[in-house]
């Protein structure tokens, strides 16, 4: 927003209507003053709000996308990542000639209660051994 760009204030006698005019110039340019400085103070404050939201916009959409990668029960990689990595793994793997091994599988717990528990170990034990998960 532009700065306010009036000189000055009138000054003169203020016995007359030339000075009751002056008064209402004063009180006028007094008042407009006061209103652009709180449109400024209220265009600092919502930059302020946005920056703000947009940092929390950010963090959550990072989140979000760590949590898209992975499995909600175990923790390891989904299709969705291997879907994307697979590429570059083809490329890295092509340029290395580097040996590729590629785990795909699915599972199923029965046990309610048990299902952390295995999960967990299921995870432990299909990644124990990769390399890149």
Same mark, same amino acid.
């Given at each position: ?27 006028? @340019? ?91 170990? @299921? ?11």
């Amino acid at each position: 927003m532009s700065s306010l760009k009036l000189l000055s204030r009138f000054r003169g006698p203020l016995y007359d209507e030339l000075g009751r005019l002056a008064e209402s110039f004063n009180s006028i @340019f007094e008042q407009t003053r006061q209103a652009h400085q709180a449109l400024e103070d209220y265009a600092h404050a919502l930059e302020e709000k946005v920056k703000e939201r947009t940092y929390h916009l950010e963090q959550a959409n990072q989140q979000l996308h760590q949590l898209s990668q992975r499995d909600g029960l175990t923790g390891v990689y989904n299709r969705h990542y291997f879907d994307q990595q697979a590429p570059l793994y083809w490329q890295d793997f092509q340029e290395k000639r580097q040996p590729l091994s590629v785990l795909l599988t699915t599972y199923q717990f029965t046990h309610g209660h048990e299902k952390p528990a295995a999960a967990g170990r @299921f995870a432990d034990s299909a990644s124990g051994s990769a390399s890149h998960v």
